[in-house]
Nanobody, 133 residues
């Protein structure tokens, strides 16, 4: 069973940086996709970044060149480096995973699917990011 644990959130001033981590346990191969999402109070959960099928990387429009997603496969950890933070980035940030093997080996997490929350099988508990103006 796959478990995800996010960390690295906190309070930062506008213009500052944070690096979020998503540690995955229970993965038995490298065949998975990981997405970062966020949800602000009263708003829908939105896609921020994703390492999808075949390790392709996608970013949501909200990123606008400020965030970078990366992974350390040896540590089964995915990172989200966030620079130039704005008050509108305040939200709970979640990572989510799709294991792309076995019965799910045919699934594609790509440009038309990565933002869909229903595509993901496992979610972390979230980490709060608060940006003060």
């Amino acid at each position: 069973e796959v478990h995800l644990v996010e960390s690295g959130g906190g309070l930062v001033r506008a213009g500052g940086s944070l690096r979020l981590s998503c540690a995955a346990s229970g993965l038995t191969s490298d065949d998975y996709a990981i997405g970062w999402f966020r949800q602000a109070p009263g708003k829908e959960r939105e896609g921020v970044a994703c390492i999808g099928t075949d390790r392709a990387i996608y970013y949501g429009d909200v990123v606008n060149g400020r965030f970078t997603i990366s992974s350390d496969t040896a540590k089964n950890t995915v990172y989200l480096q966030m620079n130039g933070l704005k008050s509108e980035d305040t939200a709970v940030y979640y990572c989510a995973a799709v294991v792309l093997d076995g019965a799910s080996a045919h699934r594609i997490i790509g440009p038309f699917t990565w933002k869909r929350t229903v595509e993901y099988d496992v979610w972390g508990q979230g980490t709060q990011v608060t940006v003060s103006s």
